[in-house]
C-alpha cells in the first residue's frame, strides 16, 4: 500500500523519541507491535498520516484517531523508512483515498529552511558511536564537532567523494547518495548537504540506522 522507501533501521521505544533523534524526519514510521500493527507518515517533522490495527482485528484506527493512540503508547517496535518527494505525494494520495490523513486537511508543510546551524550538527553529534561530524567543501572543513584532524578528514572525504561519483557515473548507478566505508576500527560516513558535505566518524559498533537518520533530518533542511 505505501512505498518501499529506504529503511535506516528499527527502533523501540515511544514515538515521542524521534522528534528528539531526527525533527526534520520525512518517511514513514512502520509500526510492528507489541499489540498490532501501523503506520505514520511524517513529512520535514510534522505528521500527515497515520493508521493502527490490533492483532485481533478488533481496534481499526485512522487519521487523529490512530495518531492520539499510537503517541499514547509506552513503547513501540518500529523502523524508519526515510522517503523521497515523490514518495512522499505517493503515500499521502494512498492516506487521502483511504481517510488516514491527520487533521484531516492533507495540507503539504512547509519545508525548513535556513543557515547551516551548531544545532543540526550536534544532532547527528549526539548519536552514540559518533566521534566527530564535519561539514566540508572542495576538501575544506567549514564547520566541525567532535575529536578529529579535520583539515586531513577533509581533504580525505574529498577524495573518496571524488572516487564514488566516477564509480557512480562509469556504472550509471544514478547520483551518489552515501558512501560509507566499515573497518573493524570504525565508520566514515559521506552524505550530501545541500551545495556542501557532510562526513561523520564513528565507533565501530556505532548504530549506523541512527547516523542516517540524524543525516536524513540535515538533509531534509540543507543549507
Do not use: W
Request: with cysteine.
Amino acid at each position: 500500500m505505501l512505498p518501499d522507501g529506504v529503511s535506516l533501521g528499527r527502533m523501540q521505544g515511544p514515538l515521542a523519541a524521534l522528534a528528539s533523534i531526527s525533527p526534520r524526519f520525512t518517511g514513514a514510521v512502520r509500526i510492528d507491535g507489541p499489540g498490532g500493527t501501523g503506520f505514520l507518515l511524517v513529512q520535514s517533522g510534522s505528521p500527515y498520516a497515520a493508521a493502527f490495527e490490533s492483532i485481533d482485528g478488533n481496534l481499526l484506527l485512522g487519521g487523529d484517531e490512530a495518531h492520539r493512540y499510537l503517541l499514547g503508547r509506552p513503547s513501540l517496535d518500529y523502523e524508519l523508512v526515510a522517503y523521497t518527494a515523490g514518495e512522499t505525494e505517493a503515500a499521502r494520495e494512498v492516506s487521502r483515498r483511504r481517510g488516514y490523513l491527520v487533521n484531516g486537511d492533507g495540507a503539504t508543510p512547509a519545508a525548513p529552511a535556513g543557515p547551516m546551524s551548531t544545532e543540526s550538527l550536534e544532532q547527528v553529534a549526539r548519536q552514540p558511536g559518533v566521534i566527530a561530524v564535519s561539514v566540508f567543501h572542495e576538501g575544506f572543513a567549514l564547520q566541525s564537532l567532535g575529536s578529529a584532524d579535520f583539515e586531513q578528514v577533509a581533504a580525505v572525504a574529498e577524495d573518496l567523494l571524488r572516487a564514488g561519483t566516477r564509480i557512480t557515473a562509469d556504472m550509471e548507478m544514478g547520483r551518489l547518495s552515501q558512501v560509507i566505508l566499515e573497518t573493524p576500527a570504525g565508520k566514515f560516513i559521506i552524505a550530501p548537504y545541500g551545495d556542501l558535505f557532510l562526513c561523520i566518524l564513528a565507533k565501530p559498533d556505532a548504530n549506523l540506522g541512527l547516523i542516517r537518520l540524524s543525516i536524513r533530518g540535515m538533509q531534509d533542511g540543507p543549507a
